[in-house]
Nanobody, 132 residues
């Protein structure tokens, strides 16, 4: 069972950028779709972005499309979320998550789930605070 550790959160001014990282301690990292989610106080966990095991497919929520970029370095077991043009509504805790592993070529190329229920492993979260 893998362990996920996020880093890179912090305080940033509106309009600026921040990059989150997620280190995964799992030898089969390259077979897992990965995702970023976020959650504010008293709110449900919200999908942000997901990437297929191969890295060739990326999907985004409408609220971050065009501003955030998800990427991965399979050789280093690292997942990233580049966040540009941050606004006050982006102030929440961000979580990285790993879905179950896949094996077929089609799955490895294309599988990038959006539903939190599709993800089996979660990090502890990292706080992002955007100030005006």
């Amino acid at each position: 069972q893998g362990r996920l550790v996020e880093s890179g959160g912090g305080l940033v001014q509106a309009g600026n950028s921040l990059t989150l990282s997620c280190k995964v301690s799992d030898r089969s990292f390259s077979s897992h779709p990965m995702g970023w989610f976020r959650q504010g106080p008293g709110k449900e966990r919200e999908f942000v972005a997901a990437i297929s095991p191969s890295g060739l497919r990326e999907i985004y929520s409408d609220s971050v499309k065009g501003r955030f970029t998800i990427s991965r370095e399979n050789i280093k077991n690292l997942l990233y979320l580049q966040m540009n043009n941050l606004n006050l509504e982006d102030t929440v805790v961000y979580f990285c998550a790993a879905s179950r592993s896949f094996t077929t070529i089609t799955e490895l190329l294309n599988t990038a789930p959006k539903a939190p229920s599709e993800y089996a492993y979660w990090g502890q979260g990292t706080q992002v605070t955007v100030s005006s």
